[in-house]
């Protein structure tokens, strides 16, 4: 089915360690998101790429890092990860910009830093 | 940027009609009005948006108040699948960093 998928589905990592998120999409989209939830809270902003080739911040960037590999692929890196960057993490991808474009939201990554 | 409040938690019986309240007051002339939903353990999911006029879609009904300043999102026979958390949303139609901002959003519990 179309639609935005993140790989790992879940992972543990040790403090002080360092992964990369994987968000693909076959929608054709121009924009891309990461966002992380923590336990009984709304989504966050932590990055987001409004086009391919551009990235810019969003309300918790610390400790990420993000690559707009090519327009289908939006990946996020933690390079240290501490036990407050566990949370479950989605990518979400939309047409554009403007109001009039919803968001496709991938199921998530849940990691723990332990 | 404008803010929502919605009630923390709601309760409807299958099959029969559901209205989550929004309240927006500060809502600015050019902000839309979006909702999403969560199932539990997935993303978020795009239900419905206005700006002034009621909308109608497959999965629900958007009533907005003449004045904006409140909106309703109407679930016309809930099933125990639409058990979820909703979230009412504004955003602007001209903020060029207008991003989908999440607050606590309702927990619709759908009793069978």
């Known amino acids: 089915n179309a639609g935005v998928t993140q790989t790992p589905k879940f992972q543990v990592l040790k403090t002080g360690q360092s992964m990369t998120l994987q968000c693909a999409q076959d929608m054709n989209h121009n924009s891309m998101y990461w966002y992380r939830q923590d336990p009984g809270m709304g989504l966050r902003l932590i990055y987001y790429?409004?086009?391919?080739?551009?990235?810019d911040k969003g309300e918790v960037p610390n400790g990420y890092n993000v690559s707009r590999l090519n327009k289908r692929e939006f990946s996020l890196r933690l390079e240290s990860a501490a036990p407050s960057q566990t949370s479950v993490y989605f990518c979400a991808s939309s047409e554009g910009q403007g109001t009039g474009y919803g968001y496709t939201f991938g199921s998530g990554t849940r990691l723990t830093v332990v | 940027d404008a803010k929502t409040t919605q009630p923390n938690s709601m309760e409807s019986n299958e099959e029969e009609p559901v209205h989550l309240p929004c309240n927006h007051s500060?809502?600015?002339?050019?902000?839309?009005i979006h909702w999403y939903r969560q199932l539990p353990s997935q993303g978020p999911e795009y239900v419905i948006h206005?700006?002034?006029s009621n909308v109608n879609n497959r999965m629900a009904s958007l009533a907005i108040a003449e004045d904006r300043k409140s909106s309703t999102l109407i679930l016309h026979r809930a099933t125990l699948r639409d058990a979820a958390v909703y979230y009412c949303?504004?955003?602007?139609?001209?903020?060029?960093?207008?991003?989908?901002?999440f607050g606590g959003g309702t927990r619709l519990m759908v009793k069978p």
């Open positions: 500060t809502i600015s002339g050019t902000d839309y």
């Open positions: 206005g700006l002034t």
């Open positions: 790429s409004a086009s391919e080739g551009t990235t």
């Open positions: 949303i504004l955003r602007d139609e001209y903020n060029a960093g207008n991003m989908l901002t």
